[in-house]
């Protein structure tokens, strides 16, 4: 389905449209769920916040800046929302040991997983980011998947700009460390 | 070598893309639009809710029962009078054809004697009104439901 912009419904929305919203549902509920899941890694817990995110956003749409993302404004609701779930103040950002994460090579690894189908592939890369702490699969997720900016991603998990940087450089090498690893053991294992 | 970088990142998001298996329910934004609905349904609605406690109550009770003490008790017989009616005459030479509807309507009322009872009574149910009132007005929370 093809969706007209975002700020489209939510003008709908705030001309007393509610049917409009479904428009916005449909459109982020995928992106709002896993941000959800990634924090308290539970489905039924990343659903209800979801929905309650959800909720949240429309009632407050008023209050939504136009110049913002819907989006970016929308996932900072469904990461405040989870954070308060998990009774966090906010979400601990690990840092990396840098002896660990220079211990790989990624053309090896760009070579064991295209040798693989894609059933295979995804049991890797699932092993690898299930390996990653709650936060990094994250942020890991709002850029690759999400393809959000440096900056958006600053606006929902609140860290500076250059923060985000070092951490998503970070995540990618331990990323490869992991898929080097989950090859290595099911290497073990045959 | 930023090529190489950026081959290196399709990887990576090729990758991730293929692995993202979180997906929500299928009736998940249904669910959500009832919400909605409710919540919309639900917001015009005032509830008021007592939050007034019970000695509140027994404040009520005692206030009447000594109202009525004192109400009974007292001699009222000085109030035993008649209403006296009206000099109609001064009004109906200002509008004149009025002097008959007031004529007739007084004459439903020329019977009526008021007692000291149905003083006793009105002053009760005065006194009832306004406490209730007073209650009303200064423990009673007025609250919305969303």
Do not use: C
């Not at chain 1, 992106?31 to 489905?43: E, G, L, P, S």
């Not at chain 2, 509140?56 to 008649?82: C, E, K, M, P, R």
């Not at chain 2, 009132?133 to 969303?146: A, E, L, N, P, Q």
């Amino acid at each position: 389905m093809r969706y007209k912009k975002d700020i489209y419904y939510v003008e709908k929305v705030l001309q007393g449209d509610t049917s409009a919203f479904a428009y916005l549902v449909n459109k982020h509920k995928e992106m709002a769920f896993i941000i959800a899941n990634k924090i308290v890694r539970n489905r039924e817990d990343a659903e209800e916040i979801a929905q309650d995110s959800f909720l949240k956003a429309y009632q407050a749409i008023e209050k939504f800046k136009k110049e913002a993302k819907f989006s970016t404004w929308l996932y900072r609701i469904v990461y405040n929302t989870a954070i308060s779930k998990t009774r966090k103040k906010k979400l601990e950002f690990s840092a990396i040991e840098d002896q660990i994460i220079n211990n790989y090579s990624i053309d090896e690894i760009v070579e064991n997983v295209n040798g693989l189908s894609d059933k295979e592939q995804r049991m890797h890369i699932d092993n690898a980011i299930e390996k990653l702490p709650e936060e990094d699969g994250l942020l890991i997720n709002l850029f690759y998947l999400n393809e959000s900016s440096i900056d958006e991603i600053s606006q929902v998990t609140g860290l500076t700009n250059s923060n985000v940087k070092v951490k998503l450089h970070r995540i990618r090498k331990k990323l490869y460390v992991e898929l080097q690893n989950s090859f290595k053991t099911e290497l073990n294992v045959v | 070598m930023e090529k190489d970088i950026n081959n290196r990142d399709n990887f990576l998001k090729d990758l991730i893309r293929k692995s993202t298996n979180e997906k929500p329910s299928i009736d998940f934004t249904e669910k959500i639009m009832q919400k909605i609905e409710t919540s919309i349904e639900t917001e015009n609605i005032e509830i008021y809710e007592k939050s007034y406690q019970k000695w509140w109550w027994l404040l009520v009770i005692i206030s009447t029962v000594t109202l009525f003490s004192f109400l009974i008790i007292f001699d009222w017989s000085f109030l035993n009078f008649q209403i006296e009616r009206p000099n109609l005459e001064q009004i109906t030479t200002i509008i004149p054809g009025i002097q008959k509807f007031f004529q007739s309507i007084m004459g439903l009322f020329s019977n009526i004697e008021l007692s000291s009872i149905s003083i006793i009574i009105l002053g009760t149910i005065i006194m009832l009104f306004f406490i209730d009132k007073f209650i009303k007005r200064y423990s009673v929370d007025k609250r919305f439901v969303f």
